[in-house]
């Protein structure tokens, strides 16, 4: 099937991401969210994004302005998707609340809707029953700032078609992403695989006393030649997400350390509005975090 419009549920940091890169590539693209309030902060945050896009590709003002004009809104998850081939979810990372979703959006979607899901940690299989097409039902999971970290993981699960696992291989490279199959599912794909241990290691540092963020981060960037450190990355990553996987871990584990980070983060950052990046403060502040000094890694 070839994929012209996409609606993209969810138009916080990767969601939003999602839908200017798509509507970037040419691909018609509607967004979708609760409310006009939370719109008007997409609107906005697609204000930024046409400022990277210029910034770190060089874009011209006549293709922003093109990428603009394939962008459109809705709060009515009926009308949003009633055109779609494909329906990409990037909503909370929290199985509820994607359940949830789902069982509503299933009666809604035309039948040739393909749903993909954004998740990091969860897996499509999850969602599968409830979706009401688990034959077009799969993950499709990018890293942040996409247009510089242009990977897109694809994730089946049993009984996902072949074809549709193609087609959705076909659109990341599309939109200007490197695709990266994976033959069966696996929570946190490859790179979250490789990722989230670092970065838990990093919180369970923090929350124990071992060690305080600009010394953790100072250690990876030496050690490595990484030109950021974990916090710098869970800032960019957003806190709240980190939040929620934990939280999610301790409910299900009841394992102590993750206990502590849930306590750390809300009472720290999530009660005090700290989400990082996108509130231009978490473990940093922004636009001059201080890891990115001169003088930062100097002996």
Not at 153 to 163: D, F, L, Q, R, V
Not at 176 to 189: D, F, I, N, T
Not at 270 to 281: F, M, P, R, V
């Amino acid at each position: 099937m070839k994929i012209q419009n996409v609606t993209i549920a969810g138009s916080g940091v990767l969601g939003s991401q999602i839908a200017f890169q798509s509507a970037f590539h040419g691909f018609n693209v509607v967004v979708y969210d609760i409310n006009d309030e939370v719109l008007e902060k997409a609107k906005k945050s697609f204000q930024i994004l046409a400022e990277n896009f210029k910034k770190d590709l060089n874009v011209t003002d006549a293709q922003l302005e093109e990428t603009f004009e394939r962008i459109s809104y809705s709060t009515d998850l009926k009308d949003s998707v009633k055109n779609a081939d494909l329906m990409i979810e990037a909503i909370p990372e929290n199985p509820a609340i994607k359940t949830e979703f789902y069982t509503k959006l299933a009666p809604l979607a035309p039948q040739k809707t393909i749903f993909a899901t954004n998740t990091s940690t969860l897996l499509p299989s999850m969602f599968a029953s409830v979706s009401g097409r688990p034959e077009k039902l799969l993950s499709l999971h990018f890293a942040n700032e996409i247009w510089k970290h242009n990977t897109a993981e694809i994730m089946g699960h049993a009984t996902t078609n072949p074809e549709v696992f193609q087609d959705v291989v076909d659109f990341a490279k599309n939109i200007g992403m490197v695709a990266l199959p994976l033959h069966k599912e696996q929570p946190g794909y490859i790179v979250n695989s490789l990722l989230v241990p670092l970065l838990d290691a990093a919180t369970t540092l923090l929350v124990n006393d071992v060690a305080d963020v600009e010394t953790v981060d100072k250690a990876w960037m030496v050690a490595t030649g990484a030109p950021v450190g974990p916090f710098g990355i869970l800032d960019v990553v957003g806190i709240t997400t980190a939040y929620n996987i934990n939280k999610i871990k301790f409910e299900k584990t009841k394992d102590e350390t993750a206990g502590k980070v849930v306590d750390y983060l809300k009472k720290n950052f999530i009660d005090q509005n700290k989400l990082g990046l996108s509130t231009l403060e978490g473990f940093y502040k922004y636009p001059n975090p201080t890891f990115q000094d001169v003088d930062f890694l100097k002996p």
